[in-house]
């Protein structure tokens, strides 16, 4: 009777059940932030699970040592249930949420049809252009992918904004002080959490050893991805303030923050997706497997096929390269606010209110 009520309860009070048993048994107490957030509290209201839940970083130690997991009659799997919360945290606060639940259900399909779709769009663009100039910027100006990318940067970013601002109304956010914000940013540069408390890593991809791998994949990804975006405001400052117009030579500044960028973020995103093949899917939320796949493959294909577009960028393919590059790109940017990316903006403000209960 108590498996059946067990597995009758939904996602917060699954999650509700096993915190207060991991809060009684306080084994794992120094694997991550999950537990000492945990061990503060006597009783967890939803905010509060919400907040755990985004500390998490799935790493899946806490599982492997826990004595509680099946056939135990407590059933204790932490990192799936905490996954599940996440993942619904970001549906539900999701502007709009139709879009992210469909996402979810159907990543892969949504990211091809869109990448595909926008790389036919633009591709098309091209063939309308009248522009002199060399390079890419012949075939689709400057001022036409100003027109094009500026509001799909924009509008996501205010998704987001208003996404997490639910959030953090929800886990009780308080007034952010400049120390909350340093330490946040200190653990989130160094993914603290994905090294656990003795240092040596996580069991995401093998439960019989620690490992680093995972950590460094999500450095080089989270680091790529920020010198690429470092690459395209030095290359939009220097063609407002300077004049400066590309293409610009291999020496500059924004060819060497957005090559070493690109490569970064295609060794961390292939990285972390042979580890998601790898790793045991019953410990994360199986119900959207596909969709956080299809949303590491579509980061690795927008460095990538950036990458294929310097190399082969004198190449008679240059017209289809630049299409499909920019459509990954575009694709990127509209589904950022329903896709995984979320968990970034999210996490760093879970660390930060996790710092504010601390002090």
């Known amino acids: 009777m108590q498996k059946i009520n067990i597995l009758n309860l939904d996602s917060i009070d699954q999650a509700r059940r096993q915190l207060e048993i991991c809060n009684a048994c306080r084994y794992c107490e120094s694997y991550c932030s999950v537990f000492p957030a945990v061990h503060r509290e006597r009783s967890f209201t939803d905010g509060d699970i919400q907040q755990i839940a985004n500390l998490c970083h799935n790493c899946r130690g806490c599982y492997y040592a826990c004595q509680y997991t099946a056939p135990h009659e407590f059933d204790l799997n932490l990192p799936q249930s905490l996954a599940q919360v996440r993942q619904e945290s970001w549906q539900e606060n999701a502007t709009p949420a139709l879009f992210a639940n469909q996402f979810h259900k159907n990543g892969t399909g949504i990211s091809v049809i869109t990448l595909f779709a926008f790389a036919f769009i633009l591709w098309l663009i091209q063939g309308a252009s009248t522009s002199s100039n060399e390079g890419f910027y012949g075939l689709l100006s400057h001022n036409a992918m100003l027109v094009i990318f500026l509001p799909a940067f924009l509008l996501p ?16 956010g308080e007034r952010i002080k400049l120390i909350h914000l340093k330490q946040a940013f200190s653990s989130a540069a160094k993914m603290k959490n994905l090294a656990a408390g003795h240092g040596e890593g996580c069991n995401f991809e093998d439960k ?13 990804t989270m680091y790529g991805f920020l010198l690429c975006f470092a690459a395209t405001s030095v290359a939009t400052l220097m063609h407002y303030l300077l004049a400066l117009s590309a293409p610009y030579d291999i020496t500059s500044l924004p060819k060497l923050l957005g090559v070493s960028g690109g490569i970064l973020l295609s060794i ?7 580890l998601k093949l ?7 939320d199986k119900r959207v497997w596909g969709g956080e796949m299809a949303f590491t493959l579509l ?11 310097y190399l082969f960028g004198a ?29 970034g903006f999210y996490r760093l403000a879970a660390l930060i209110r996790d710092e504010q209960q601390k002090h």
């Open 157 to 172: 970013l205010i998704s987001i904004s208003l996404s997490v601002r639910r959030f953090w109304q929800k886990v009780g």
């Open 208 to 220: 019989d050893r620690f490992s680093q791998a995972r950590r460094y994949y999500h450095q080089a």
């Open 268 to 274: 961390g995103t292939a990285g972390l997706a042979l």
């Open 278 to 284: 790898k790793a045991e899917k019953h410990l994360g």
């Open 299 to 309: 980061l690795f294909s927008v460095s990538t096929t950036g990458l294929m577009l």
């Open 315 to 343: 190449s008679p393919w240059l017209g289809e390269l630049l299409a499909l590059h920019l459509g990954t790109v575009l694709a990127f940017f509209i589904l950022m606010p329903f896709s995984k990316m979320t968990h």
